[in-house]
């Protein structure tokens, strides 16, 4: 991403990755023309997320919503949220949301009840109402957590890889191989550890080192912006 302003296609492209209920389908063509309008992503990206938003379009409302909780809502490797990749399961990721939901408080942003600040729809709107240059900065940060999504959803053959594909674009990063962890089954996810045993460092470089990734900015780089 250049210092031109890209703020409306990281906002198109949050809204891409939201649930898609029938508000979504209904403004697929007003989506489609926001990106074509800012033209702050290459031809090419931009074709890739109409045949995103074609798809979407094309199967039925019921289907489309099963195959999005299928995809994103059943495995670490593919999960929104920014944390889950991050700090797994620790101790660390409760401080981690606090600290993030404040970095959106002092840019004038407020969340509903329920939503939680690691979401990348969330991050992806937090980014737009920052400066290009401090925007691109931020999502240079989530670089390598959009790279290891692009890979897992590339490897799945979905259309959403292509969403992913244009973050890494407005970082001005390259996608990069990635070697995905082996994905637990779906009960072995979610299975309670044993009492006194620790928590989870899933996700960690290793216990107790410093984490890969960190939101907060000082006040001084952060501009307000327009709540949500």
Known sequence: MSKRNASITLRVLARLLDYPDAELRRNMPELQAALEQEGALGASRRAELGKLMDAILRMDAIDAEAAYVDLFDRGRATSLHM???VHGDSRDRGPAMVDLQQTYVQAGLFFADGELPDFLPAVLEFASTQPPQQARG????????VNALFAALEGRGSHYAAVMGALLDLAGEKAKP????VEPSLDESWEEPEPFDGCSTRGQSKPDQPQPIHFVRDSASLTSGAAK
């Not at 931020?138 to 957590?145: C, K, R, S, V």
């Not at 990635?178 to 962890?181: C, M, Q, T």
């Open 138 to 145: 931020f999502l240079g940060e989530i670089a390598h957590i």
């Open 83 to 85: 944390f889950e990749h």
């Open 178 to 181: 990635v070697k995905l962890p």
